[in-house]
């Protein structure tokens, strides 16, 4: 019997990176292609994508990509996609999505890509595949839900969301169209699951205007620097609205700052007079009370604007007991230590913070529980599988969802890699594919692996240690020069270094030189014999890295 296959590249079990491909029979579609923070554990990272070997095993097939929206966890590892592999099929998205694309692709110099504008509503066919997109409101513009079509199966996915009934664009999620569609009956219901463990609703985005104008009003004499989100144009537009009742210039800070409202303004998605906005460089020139500064960095990352303000290493700005810094984010779990980092900065220099526990200058994008409920009870499918969180999610998910009545042998826990066929008799789980996550560090796509980051992570921990031994042609050992790198500071530890010779002397010890002995044995004897003479004296365990020199 044909079945819909629905594969799973990334965005479960995980933050970020999300990914599903559909097929059936010869046809692909692909919905988002994200990216993702590095962890903790791979130092040196600058990003993680997915790994789409199962689409390039089968790159003939791919009819489509489609997004759902503009966060980077949906479409920043497509740009990598295109240009590692060469694919060219079209992509559809909303006109902000594709704007910010738009900016992606230049930055990596990708050219001739096929981008057509979809609006709510907009029908696409794409081999067996039929895909509309349905308005929904999220966290950026231009935010969509598919309900995808194919022979066998009718999949309604919910991409991010919320129900926002006081929507800053005025447009509400299109709940009328979803009922309407649940009519024609869902086989496939894939919902998000990021905040399924907060009870009730999420609060509406205008309701952070209320407060942000209630700083405004309380700051009258300080400068106000407000962190959030670049994608955020609501979030953002209401800040310009702002400075301007109270008649402040603007100035913003942030390279993806700079791009994304680039991009916004272009397609009339973020609305200005020309004349509010200052260039950064121009502030030390305007009062404190004349001026609002947007900045990205509300997730602490080390590089970033905020961040380098807090530190004292921004020269463009420097923070003072003048200053109130409005971080306008929740962190993303795993960010908190930076984020608090930050916010003890800025306080030990004297500014005035206020951020998301001390007052409501923060909305989530994303459904909270009951939202989750109105849109399955809405949607009535018969299969269920939960999408977008962590493992906790999506159990929890399943679970709220059994609680509704829904037969729990028509839902699945989605694993990266799993294939699942779906058709409107049953649901099951097929061979796993090939998926997870590939490292880009610098221009470098997936030439980080896992020896490389283990090298990274001692070379962090413990240093380097260097021993370069030289020996003479008659098989005597002439000399022995330690250097340390993020070990020990050699000048204060004299009798350590000697020991470290002495011990890589010993290890070279009984073996006659004078033949062509292979120097990897002697690299592993002095390697093997200092780890565990280091690891008695001084328990640390640097990378022990031999150097033979024959003179």
Same mark, same amino acid.
Request: a positive charge; proline letters at 0%; aromatic letters at 8%.
């Given at each position: 019997m044909d079945t819909l296959k629905v594969i799973f590249l990334g965005g479960v079990g995980e933050i970020g990176k999300n990914i599903t491909a559909f097929e059936y029979r010869n046809d692909i579609i692909v919905v988002d292609c994200g990216s993702a923070f590095p962890s903790i554990d791979m130092p040196g990272v600058d990003l993680v994508v997915p790994d789409v070997s199962y689409l390039i095993d089968n790159i003939h097939k791919i009819r489509g990509f489609f997004l759902t929206h503009g966060h980077e966890d949906h479409i920043g590892g497509l740009p990598y996609l295109l240009k590692q592999f060469g694919i060219h099929a079209p992509i559809y998205a909303s006109n902000l999505t594709l704007a910010l694309l738009e900016h992606k692709f230049k930055e990596h110099k990708i050219e001739n890509v096929n981008v057509n504008i979809a609006q709510k509503n907009t029908v696409i066919k794409a081999g067996a595949f039929s895909v509309e997109f349905i308005k929904v409101s999220h966290s950026i513009s231009g935010s969509f839900a598919l309900y995808i079509q194919c022979p066998v199966a =009718?999949? !309604?996915h919910t991409g991010d969301f919320k129900i926002d009934y006081n929507p800053i664009d005025g447009e509400m999620i299109d709940l009328r169209r979803i009922a309407e569609l649940s009519k024609k009956g869902i086989t496939l219901l894939l919902s998000e699951s990021t905040n399924i463990e907060r009870p009730g609703y999420s609060m509406s985005e205008s309701t952070v205007g209320k407060s942000l104008y209630n700083f405004f009003v309380q700051n009258t004499k300080r400068r106000l620097i407000v962190a959030t989100f670049a994608s955020n144009i609501h979030r953002i537009q209401q800040i310009i609205d /702002? +400075?301007?009742? !109270?008649?402040?210039?603007?100035? !913003?800070?942030?390279?993806?700052?700079?791009?994304? /409202?680039? +991009?916004?303004? =272009? #397609?009339?998605?973020?609305?200005?007079? =020309?004349?509010? #906005?200052?260039? /950064?460089?121009? &502030? =030390?020139? #305007?009062?404190?009370?004349? /001026?609002?500064?947007? &900045? &990205?960095g509300s997730q602490g990352e080390p590089m970033s604007a905020l961040t380098r303000m807090a530190s004292g290493e921004f020269n463009k700005v420097k923070i003072t007991d003048n200053d109130t810094v409005i971080i306008s984010a929740s962190p993303i779990p795993g960010n908190e230590k930076l984020v608090y980092n930050v916010?003890?900065?800025? %306080?030990?220099?004297? +500014?005035?913070?206020? %951020?998301e526990a001390l007052a409501d200058v923060h909305v989530s994008g994303h459904a909270f529980r009951e939202e989750l409920k109105l849109i399955y009870l809405l949607v009535k499918p018969k299969f269920f599988i939960p999408v977008h969180g962590e493992i906790r999610h999506l159990k929890q998910h399943m679970e709220m969802i059994a609680d509704l009545g829904h037969n729990p042998k028509h839902m699945l826990m989605p694993q990266v890699g799993n294939k699942i066929e779906v058709c409107s008799k049953f649901m099951k789980r097929s061979d796993n594919v090939t998926a997870g996550n590939v490292l880009v560090d610098g221009a470098g796509i997936g030439d980080v692996g896992a020896e490389v980051l283990r090298d990274r992570r001692r070379l962090s921990e413990d240093g380097m240690l260097l021993v370069i031994m030289g020996i003479e042609q008659g098989g005597t050992v002439s000399s022995v020069d330690v250097i340390t790198r993020g070990f020990i500071y050699a000048r204060e530890s004299v009798d350590l270094i000697e020991e470290i010779k002495r011990v890589s002397i010993n290890s070279v010890n009984g073996i006659d030189l004078k033949v062509q002995v292979d120097r990897e044995i002697l690299k592993n004897n002095i390697r093997k014999n200092l780890r565990n003479f280091l690891n008695k004296k001084i328990k640390r365990s640097p990378m022990i890295l031999p150097i033979i020199i024959e003179n």
């Open positions: =009718k999949v !309604f /702002l +400075a301007q009742k !109270f008649e402040r210039k603007v100035a !913003f800070s942030g390279h993806s700052m700079h791009n994304v /409202l680039e +991009a916004a303004s =272009k #397609i009339g998605e973020i609305k200005y007079d =020309k004349n509010q #906005i200052v260039d /950064l460089e121009k &502030t =030390k020139k #305007i009062d404190d009370d004349k /001026l609002v500064i947007i &900045t &990205t916010i003890n900065n800025l %306080y030990q220099k004297g +500014a005035k913070v206020i %951020y």
